[in-house]
């Protein structure tokens, strides 16, 4: 009885210590090569698209943004419509901003996610407010 105990409490160690490997390894979105942004909202009446392209702003959303992939489907509403785009010369990389406000971006047309932290989303929110977005926008 001991040892079919002790195994299962090896199996639950080694069960933790990989979860948390898988998680801590677990790949960042690249934002970096970004030398620029294009928001986009379309959305009821609204027809916003802005470039930033002053550092200090595009520094901004690419570190709000830098957050760990996760492969996911979550029921959040996703849209190119309401996106930010990051691009440089050689690379662009859609941004899809959850529609009903939950702090998820969706990767492209994929089904990669960022999941930001709450503190991550308002501010990403605040900081969008100011070009005309409103969220939920379902």
Known sequence: MKRILMGFLILFAVGIVVSFMISFFRPKLDTEFATGAIL??????????ARIDD???????????????YTDHPSCSFSTDISITLYD????????????????????????????????????????SQYGFSFPCL
């Open 40 to 49: 986009r909202y379309k959305y009821e009446d609204k027809n916003i698209e």
């Open 55 to 69: 550092k200090k702003s595009l520094d901004q959303f690419k570190t709000l943004l830098k957050d760990k992939i």
């Open 89 to 128: 010369e050689q690379k662009e990389i859609v941004l899809c901003l959850a529609c009903d406000g939950c702090p998820t971006v969706r990767i492209g047309e994929t089904d990669k996610c960022v999941f930001l932290t709450d503190e991550a989303g308002a501010k990403l929110k605040q900081i969008l």
